[in-house]
């Protein structure tokens, strides 16, 4: 049963998943390391963005949480009945490379590709445990259609300039209600007021 740390668990595994491709087989050279690193809004500042994100990287930018529409009817259904709710998300990402020139840039954009082809679906011992995932969870990370006006309107509410990224959506990540408490009788005076 997933807790509410599901989406910070899934961003985790995410990152987690491609700086374990990049230790694998480093992108620029055996010598210089890059590193996938989850970031927010602020990270993308000019003035901390050398710190925050460094060179060479990936960053992993969590830019929209949209609850699934396939299958939110049916567990909310389903969740019900059992006397619990089951949020399902799904994660949209933005994954953007740095580096100090155009062609590292797209070996490391390249290299996460790869990965993310090689690994599409994130279960078991590749979801981060803070999720309290069930056993049989499974996150599909998938790459999502996103027309050029829609990541420049992304990159027009960053406090940065637009920059060459790919899109992918992890789904279905399952937020769970807490297990419910008994319910006890209600009284007359509850009921009034």
Same mark, same amino acid.
């Given at each position: 049963?997933?807790? &509410?740390?599901?989406?910070?668990?899934?961003?985790?595994?995410?990152?987690?998943?491609?700086?374990?491709? &990049?230790?694998?087989?480093?992108?620029?050279?055996?010598?210089?390391?890059?590193?996938?690193?989850?970031?927010?809004?602020?990270?993308?500042?000019?003035?901390?963005?050398?710190?925050?994100?460094?060179?060479?990287?990936?960053?992993? &930018?969590?830019?929209?949480?949209? &609850?699934?529409?396939?299958?939110?009817?049916?567990?909310?259904?389903?969740?019900?009945?059992?006397?619990?709710?089951?949020?399902?998300?799904?994660?949209?990402?933005?994954?953007?490379?740095?580096?100090?020139?155009?062609?590292?840039?797209?070996?490391?954009?390249?290299?996460?590709?790869?990965?993310?082809?090689?690994?599409?679906?994130?279960?078991?011992?590749?979801?981060?445990?803070?999720?309290?995932?069930?056993?049989?969870?499974?996150?599909?990370?998938?790459?999502?259609?996103?027309?050029?006006?829609?990541?420049?309107?992304?990159?027009?509410?960053?406090?940065?300039?637009?920059?060459?990224?790919?899109?992918?959506?992890?789904?279905?990540?399952?937020?769970?209600?807490?297990?419910?408490?008994?319910?006890?009788?209600?009284?007359?005076?509850?009921?009034?007021?």
């Amino acid at each position: 049963m997933a807790s &509410f740390a599901a989406i910070s668990a899934a961003a985790k595994s995410l990152e987690r998943l491609l700086n374990r491709a &990049f230790a694998e087989e480093q992108p620029v050279s055996d010598t210089i390391k890059t590193r996938a690193v989850l970031v927010r809004t602020n990270d993308f500042d000019k003035s901390v963005v050398a710190q925050a994100i460094g060179s060479p990287a990936l960053s992993v &930018f969590l830019y929209r949480v949209e &609850f699934n529409p396939t299958v939110r009817a049916a567990w909310s259904a389903a969740g019900s009945h059992r006397g619990l709710a089951h949020a399902p998300l799904d994660l949209h990402f933005l994954l953007t490379p740095w580096a100090d020139n155009a062609e590292h840039e797209l070996r490391v954009l390249g290299r996460a590709v790869q990965c993310l082809e090689e690994t599409p679906s994130l279960s078991g011992p590749l979801l981060h445990p803070d999720g309290a995932w069930a056993p049989n969870e499974t996150i599909q990370v998938v790459p999502e259609e996103l027309s050029i006006e829609a990541v420049m309107r992304t990159f027009d509410s960053l406090p940065t300039d637009y920059r060459l990224s790919v899109a992918y959506v992890a789904r279905v990540v399952r937020v769970d209600s807490r297990v419910p408490e008994p319910l006890r009788p209600v009284t007359a005076v509850e009921l009034t007021s």
